[in-house]
């Protein structure tokens, strides 16, 4: 069972609730972490660290070779069980599960937030176009549960990971989906032939509950005898000697410890915990290193080449008889919906309705190669007041006459920023949050991108089908901005100045590619370029950011870098286990 009093400390909607404790007896079914261990031997074939989308999935891949150990090393604890709730996602940001980072002041945007400082949560814890290459990887990991989306060919049916479309359909969605039907525009899967239309949005949830990788991989494992799963280990550096990685030295209750590694140390602590890892181990620029007093032992681009999706906002509000987000969430209706039936509100993944792909050159959405991407979603003035570093006073101007009403934002967001951002150090002490700075908008067409996405914000938003529910601009003017307010493009280019959050997209700081290209880190089978037994597989090594949400396309390479590092594993006859130490 699950200890009610922790469940209820995490600022969930739920948390004082009277049927918290129905709530999580009704999702008792799905286990959503493995069990861990406290005993931890001195070698193991293979250390990963980091037990996210990507540790997950090579850890349960790796340990399906019975002949070698496997360590899963992950900073984080296991999470408490409410965060299976899908709409509840978002309360756990500035919690114990959450990394808490914020980025370098922005020179190009960031008005209206605290210190010019983009909030960048990254959970602490467990848990496209696509190509003929890897498909077959995406095919792998997917279990979808829509006929129609597996009827093109796209999709797989025996995965670990449940794909489903939530069993959620509001006001917004309805309104939404008659706009694109009157216009022509396509609805269904954009992860299939076509990538451009609104998509009928599906989530890695499993009958209602989140589907994690710890959930999908770590669960089915965790009994396993070559597999150990730690929780509460922080890696503070890799051990290198003569150019070889042998282990990692972490801080595990109260103690600093070593562990060895007979095969390979893996790296899966995600774009910005894995350059700072990196560096911190004497792998990266030279002057970075320098700066900091680190001996360089590889002179490689480390923490270059970042990319992100991040978004401007923009918010209308609805028909009074629309309940308000946040009253939904916490309706008895909704929640005894949920107990019984798993459908609902609570299956919302934080209430983001649908999604549109689009290209601003193509009015109706018919191609395939979208430039923004629009996010439909129930509003609640909590996200903007307290985890979006947005100045007091601007959430105030902005969103303070409607706390108690019924909104939704439209986010425009870039899929393909021209832009580059870096993962610098703060000091050698791992402890120290890394420098992120992913220089938003330093390109001017990035800007040009959000923008015409804005623009199509408000074309919806305004248009007769949206009006039936009551849908108009905010009145409110963002601050600074006033002298544009009757300018859509000076206006929103002001907005886009003012605000901007990032959707956790972040990949690119360990850029895989030619080994001769002096901008990459690891070569085309994950090994960092003149370092033996050290890999990366995890978001940092796409060279190009997808053009859609980056945990399943994660996913996907953790799944071919699995695939890549058995190659070399051989169960019967392998005579060379320790030899690499006597080299």
Excluded at 140 to 154: A, C, H, I, P, R
Excluded at 347 to 353: I, L
Excluded at 384 to 389: A, D, K, T
Excluded at 510 to 518: C, E, I, S, Y
Aim: net charge negative.
């Amino acid at each position: 069972m699950y200890n009610l009093t922790v469940e209820a400390s995490y600022p969930t909607p739920y948390a004082s609730s009277s049927f918290l404790p129905l709530i999580l007896l009704s999702m008792i079914g799905q286990k959503h972490t493995p069990d861990t261990t406290t005993e931890i031997k001195d070698v193991y074939d293979y250390v990963i660290v980091g037990g996210g989308s990507a540790g997950s999935v090579v850890a349960s891949r790796l340990a399906e070779k019975h002949c070698v150990t496997v360590l899963l090393l992950e900073a984080g604890k296991p999470p408490p069980k409410v965060t299976d709730i899908p709409t509840a996602a978002r309360s756990f940001i500035q919690s114990d599960i959450d990394w808490n980072y914020s980025t370098a002041p922005q020179e190009h945007t960031g008005a209206g937030l605290i210190n010019r400082s983009v909030a960048w949560p990254s959970g602490k814890l467990l848990v496209a176009q696509v190509y003929a290459e890897v498909l077959r990887y995406f095919k792998k990991l997917e279990t979808n549960t829509n006929q129609d989306f597996v009827n093109n060919g796209y999709h797989g049916v025996n995965g670990p990971i449940t794909a489903s479309n939530p069993e959620y359909d509001s006001e917004l969605k309805a309104a939404v989906f008659d706009y694109a039907r009157n216009k022509g525009i396509r609805i269904g899967d954009i992860n299939g032939p076509q990538a451009t239309g609104l998509y009928d949005m599906q989530a890695s949830t499993r009958n209602g509950q989140r589907c994690s990788a710890a959930k999908a991989y770590l669960v089915p494992s965790e009994n396993k005898t070559n597999l150990d799963i730690v929780a509460g280990a922080f890696v503070k550096k890799i051990i290198i000697e003569n150019r070889m990685a042998k282990g990692v030295v972490f801080d595990f209750e109260g103690a600093t410890r070593e562990v060895r590694a007979y095969k390979e140390i893996i790296l899966s602590a995600g774009t910005t915990n894995t350059a700072q890892l990196l560096m911190l181990s004497g792998i990266g620029p030279r002057a970075e290193l320098e700066k900091h007093k680190i001996p360089v032992i590889a002179d490689l681009p480390v923490g270059k080449n970042l990319q992100d999706h991040w978004a401007t906002i923009l918010s209308f509000e609805l028909a009074g008889n629309i309940k308000p987000f946040a009253e939904k969430q916490v309706d008895e209706s909704q929640i005894k919906n949920y107990i019984d039936n798993k459908k609902g509100v609570l299956t919302s993944p934080q209430g983001v309705n649908l999604l549109a792909f689009l290209n601003r050159n193509e009015p109706i959405a018919t191609g395939n190669y979208p430039d923004h991407q629009l996010y439909f979603w129930e509003g609640a003035t909590d996200p903007p007041e307290h985890q979006l570093r947005i100045k007091p006073e601007y959430f105030e101007a902005i969103f303070g006459p409607y706390k108690e009403k019924p909104f939704y934002f439209c986010l425009s967001q870039i899929l393909h920023p021209k832009g580059r951002g870096e993962v610098t150090l703060r000091s050698a002490d791992a402890y120290d949050p890394p420098v992120i700075d992913p220089k938003y908008f330093s390109d001017p067409d990035d800007l040009d991108v959000v923008v015409e996405g804005m623009k199509k914000c408000k074309e919806i938003g305004e248009s007769e089908e949206l009006k039936k529910i009551g849908s108009k601009i905010f009145t409110t003017v963002y601050p600074g901005c006033e002298d544009s307010v009757n300018d859509d493009d000076s206006y929103f280019r002001c907005i886009a100045r003012s605000i901007v959050i990032t959707l956790n997209h972040q990949v690119g700081t360990a850029k895989m590619g030619n080994p001769r290209d002096p901008a990459t880190v690891v070569d085309p089978k994950l090994r960092v370029k003149t370092i033996r037994h050290l890999r990366v597989v995890d978001a940092s090594v796409m060279p190009h950011i997808p053009g859609g949400n980056t945990n399943i396309p994660t996913m996907m390479v953790a799944e071919k870098g699995s695939d890549i590092i058995k190659e070399d594993i051989r169960c019967e006859g392998d005579n060379d286990l320790h030899s690499f130490f006597t080299e």
